[in-house]
């Protein structure tokens, strides 16, 4: 929290801060005021006038009766007190620095300690750590005892020390927000926070600002641009606000707490749990309680009092409260963007944003205004949360308030670079190690901790004690270990997946549920089995909390993947498409027909091949839908607006070398298992990727089994009694495997064998020791080192084209017009 008011004065360019938050001009003296507050003394180091209301210099005392400042020698009129101004100070999490008596109720200021006095109450000793005497009307500082015969202080060197006399404790007193679900200090404001939550201004009737961070004395204005509040007199800096005490219960256990208004009860593990209501009666089988005043009935399931009969209330887990260390996230992801505190629940509102319902594993309302605790069902008609065994109800419903957005992972950057011959992989983070040396901490910008072991996220605080990083707003997650750093050599040993991507050095190669490889930003992960995220070496993978788990350590959050890199084998030109292969690789020992998606089957741990290119893989591991679809797992159907066509099954995808299963379309040609020969416009085979499809008159395309050839539409409909049933794109025919296979060999471009271009294409100089390809067999490479013609055509390169009888264009290639043979500029 100091650091937190340090960054709020870093405005300031010189200020002196009294006890109530009031600021004083460097160079003034703060002394309080007729009415408990501060003001400000235009002198250094004065002496405070017992009137309140006037000061004298430093080394002189005031005469209240000649209205002077008196000393030895001299005799000076006094000085008028000026009122303070107020500073905009952060809303706190328990307002001005107090400490909390043993009763709990009664409160001492920063920097002394509670003592006990003679009648039982608690008083304040003037001293931190200080030692209460036994007589409990004084005090001694810390490492002294009290001499009570002598009224002394002796410390061990025999030094002496007066007693100090304690004063009365403050009552320990709050402000609740509205909805009774959060508290500030007494002589403070709640205002709003931008995540829906209440935070704590330190001032009385305080303005709140419209950002939703800042706040104002009250009778100012918040001048937002200028970071000020301003008032016809004066002009202070804004500060932030930080969120308010949670009006929870604590339990005995010290590290749960249940919401206000709850009881905490005792369940059958151990732990605890809420009863929902104050002050209720445990039962004895840890499962049930009763209201205040009634006894539990076990035999009869009910609680009973003079009045009558009720039904017991079943209680739902307590929240660890943020103070714990088993508290290992510090949010609760909604979506890619938005996310809840930890210990509650996202719930839609009625304009589909996300809210958060303020219980962990809470019932989300129908009507998406309220929400209610785990393990009970939503009365709408009462407004009530009912008890689904009994049908009576337990506890009030709950608002909602607005989640939050978060910032989620972007593009990867380039390396972070330590100093001329280390580096850190990705976006992670330099620190040194207790050697001396270079780590690197897996986090964005991350808190180097001073132990030279450990980091924290940005914006964070390393808690060595705790072994925690502590935020600002009150949660805290636990701190990551960080990696090795690599050397600038390690940098250009580049991690390859397959014949196609690579990972940067330093990262690591894992797959994604659409076949495609990921680069996870440690050496040596641990890819995870949901394949979107990966863990450090020696962690397992826990995808049910989603974080990175090692036994006799506290779990990491899991790192998600960056995409993989695309290896060209040749340095391209602008205009050259990279030619694509017969087949798709899932992995260097499985692979899927050409125009076919990878997606892995969940269920057998295996891949499979769905029968549409760039296909959406379903989360259920066994269905896809086409590009630009999404999966709808309830109505098992793939969605686009208001179209809907049912999904796709994947079928299991090739073992490299096991071609046995091979559809034969005659003596020298075959299809993959699980695919159909179709013949091409050329009269030779190509395979279309579904089982027992419908070959299209075009030569070109094919349908599922059971559809028809829409070729004016470009669809496969499947007719009921004349009446189109639903459609799919068509699906494109690729070449046969005796074909792909002769067109996937490769010419080399030199003896090196380094540079190398596919059988059809033709190899160009770009300069003299880079190649790049021409798509076309036995091309001419123009002088420009940029462009090529077909064989039998010459480079024009004052007109831009390729010249025999007519003008061809650099971008003839790639027509789509298969009946022109070159498009004019």
């Not at 788990?549 to 050259?576: C, E, F, M, N, Y």
Request: charged share 20%; glycine share 6%; net charge negative.
């Amino acid at each position: 929290m100091i650091g937190v008011v340090c960054l709020a004065l870093l405005g300031l360019t010189s200020a002196l801060i009294c006890p109530d938050g009031g600021m004083c001009d460097d160079e003034n003296t703060c002394c309080k005021t007729p009415s408990g507050g501060y003001g400000c003394c235009p002198l250094p180091n004065a002496e405070c006038c017992s009137d309140h209301l006037h000061c004298c210099y430093e080394g002189t005392v005031c005469d209240l009766v000649h209205s002077k400042c008196l000393n030895k020698t001299v005799s000076l009129p006094w000085v008028r007190r000026v009122p303070a101004q107020h500073i905009i100070s952060p809303l706190m999490v328990e307002g001005v620095r107090a400490v909390i008596c043993p009763d709990g109720e009664s409160e001492c200021p920063d920097d002394t300690t509670c003592c006990q006095l003679p009648d039982g109450s608690w008083g304040c000793c003037p001293l931190a750590k200080a030692v209460c005497c036994e007589d409990k009307m004084h005090c001694c500082p810390e490492g002294t005892k009290c001499d009570l015969a002598h009224s002394k202080c002796v410390s061990p060197t025999l030094e002496t020390f007066a007693m100090r006399e304690k004063g009365p404790a403050m009552k320990k007193q709050t402000v609740t927000c509205p909805g009774g679900t959060s508290r500030c200090p007494d002589r403070t404001t709640c205002c709003l926070l931008t995540i829906g939550d209440y935070g704590c201004c330190p001032y009385l009737e305080a303005v709140c600002c419209t950002d939703k961070l800042h706040c104002c004395p009250g009778n100012t204005t918040c001048d937002l641009e200028h970071d000020i509040c301003t008032s016809p007199n004066t002009q202070t800096p804004l500060a932030k606000k930080t969120p308010a005490v949670p009006n929870d219960v604590d339990c005995p256990d010290k590290v749960s707490s249940c919401p206000d208004e709850t009881t905490c009860c005792l369940l059958g593990d151990r732990s605890y749990g809420c009863c929902p209501m104050p002050s209720a009666v445990c039962c004895p089988d840890h499962i049930h309680c009763c209201p205040e005043g009634t006894t539990c009935d076990l035999e009869q399931s009910t609680c009973v009092s003079e009045h009558g009969q009720t039904s017991m209330a079943v209680k739902f887990p307590a929240t660890l409260t943020t103070t714990s260390l088993q508290s290992t996230v510090n949010a609760v992801p909604c979506n890619d963007s938005v996310a809840c505190a930890d210990g509650t629940t996202c719930c839609k509102l009625l304009n589909g944003e996300w809210a958060c319902c303020p219980l962990p594993k809470a019932v989300c309302c129908d009507d998406h205004l309220h929400c209610c605790p785990h393990g009970t069902i939503c009365n709408l008609a009462e407004s009530t949360c009912d008890d689904p065994s009994s049908g009576s109800a337990l506890v009030p419903m709950l608002d909602k308030v607005p989640a939050f957005s978060y910032v989620s992972q972007e593009e990867p950057l380039p390396n972070s670079i330590c100093d001329k011959s280390t580096l850190c992989p990705g976006k992670s983070t330099c620190c040194k190690t207790t050697t001396g040396n270079w780590a690197c901490c897996p986090l964005p910008n991350a808190v180097c901790c001073d132990d030279h072991l450990h980091c924290c996220p940005h914006g964070t605080v390393c808690n060595l004690e705790a072994s925690s990083c502590d935020d600002p707003l009150g949660f805290n997650m636990p701190w990551v270990t960080k990696v090795p750093a690599l050397t600038t050599q390690a940098q250009l040993a580049t991690e390859k997946c397959d014949e196609q991507t690579i990972c940067p050095g330093g990262t690591t190669c894992c797959r994604q549920n659409s076949g495609q490889w990921a680069c996870c930003p440690l050496p040596h992960a641990v890819c995870c089995d949901d394949h979107e995220h990966c863990c450090p070496k020696g962690y397992t993978c826990n995808v049910a909390e989603q974080t990175c788990d090692k036994a006799g350590t506290l779990s990491l959050p899991w790192i998600p993947k960056v995409p993989a890199l695309l290896l060209h084998r040749v340095l391209p030109q602008a205009s050259a498409p990279s030619f694509p292969l017969a087949k798709n690789m899932c992995d260097p020992h499985t692979s899927c027909p050409k125009y076919t998606t990878c997606c892995f089957m969940n269920k057998s741990g295996k891949w499979g091949c769905c029968p549409l290119p760039k296909a959406v893989c379903c989360a259920n591991g066994d269905h896809c839908c086409p590009s630009g679809y999404s999966c709808d797992v309830h109505k098992t159907s793939c969605t686009k607006g208001p179209l809907t066509i049912p999904w796709y099954r994947k079928e299991k995808a090739l073992t490299e070398g096991a071609m046995l299963k091979d559809v034969k379309c005659d003596d020298k040609s075959s299809c993959a298992s699980g695919a159909t020969c179709c013949k091409l416009p050329t009269g030779e085979w190509g395979c279309c990727p579904l089982v027992k499809a419908v070959c299209c008159t075009d030569h070109e395309h094919c349908c599922p089994q059971g559809y028809s050839c829409n070729m004016q539409t470009g669809t496969c409909e499947k007719l009921v009694e004349a009446i189109v049933l639903s459609t799919v794109p068509l699906t494109k025919v690729a070449e046969s495997q005796q074909r792909a296979a002769e067109m996937s060999i490769d010419v080399k471009c030199d003896s090196t064998g380094e540079y190398s271009c596919p059988k059809l294409e033709t190899c160009c100089k770009t300069s003299p020791t880079e190649w790049s390809c021409c798509p076309a067999p036995k091309a001419i490479c123009c002088t420009d080192t940029r462009h090529c013609c077909p064989m039998g055509y010459t480079c024009d390169l004052e007109r831009g084209g390729c010249s025999q009888q007519a003008e061809l264009t650099w971008d003839m290639f790639y027509s789509h017009d298969k009946k022109k043979d070159f498009v004019p500029f």
